[in-house]
């Protein structure tokens, strides 16, 4: 048996918690796995996330409507593509949406793209 869930931790970072059931143990015992975006954070006042790595940032702007963020523009250095920086943003404020249960359009093709290989986050699209 296993399952997977958000959890918002009360510094606003979004974590995917996972729980397995492993075959033949008591139904009571389950083994947690948490997996948390703490390098991914919200600028609100920008209307962007942001990640810092080797020495830069990489951002996705949105704009936000009642329930809804919409993903603009994602924006990532030279220096740091092809490093799977983008993706690794993406999923942290994919899971900040699912987080704060809005639901998401993607007007960025890299998120939009994104979205396409990860159907986890189909529960997401408006």
Same mark, same amino acid.
């Given at each position: /048996?296993a399952?997977?869930?958000? @959890?918002?931790?009360?510094d606003?970072?979004?974590?995917q918690a *996972? *729980?397995v ?6 139904p009571?015992?389950?083994?947690y /796995?948490m997996?948390c /975006?703490s390098d991914?954070?919200?600028n609100?006042s920008?209307? %962007?996330?942001? /990640?810092d790595a080797?020495g830069?940032?990489a951002?996705?702007?949105?704009? !936000?409507a &009642?329930g809804?963020?919409t *993903?603009?523009?994602?924006? @990532? &250095? &030279?220096? !740091?593509r092809?490093q799977g920086?983008?993706? %690794? !943003?993406?999923?942290?404020a994919?899971?900040?949406a699912?987080a704060?249960?809005?639901k @998401?359009v &993607?007007?960025?093709?890299f @998120?939009a ?6 159907s986890e986050f189909n529960d997401?699209?408006r």
């Open positions: /048996m399952g997977r869930g958000t @959890v918002e931790l009360p606003g970072k979004a974590c *996972f *729980f059931r492993p075959t033949g143990t008591d009571g015992r389950y083994r /796995m997996s /975006m991914v954070r919200d609100k920008k209307h %962007r996330f942001e /990640m080797g830069d940032s951002a996705a702007y949105y704009t !936000l &009642p809804v963020i *993903f603009n523009h994602t924006e @990532v &250095p &030279p220096t !740091l092809g920086i983008a993706s %690794r !943003l993406i999923r942290g994919l899971e900040a699912r704060q249960r809005m @998401v &993607p007007r960025c093709s @998120v793209a994104y979205l396409a290989r990860h997401l699209l």
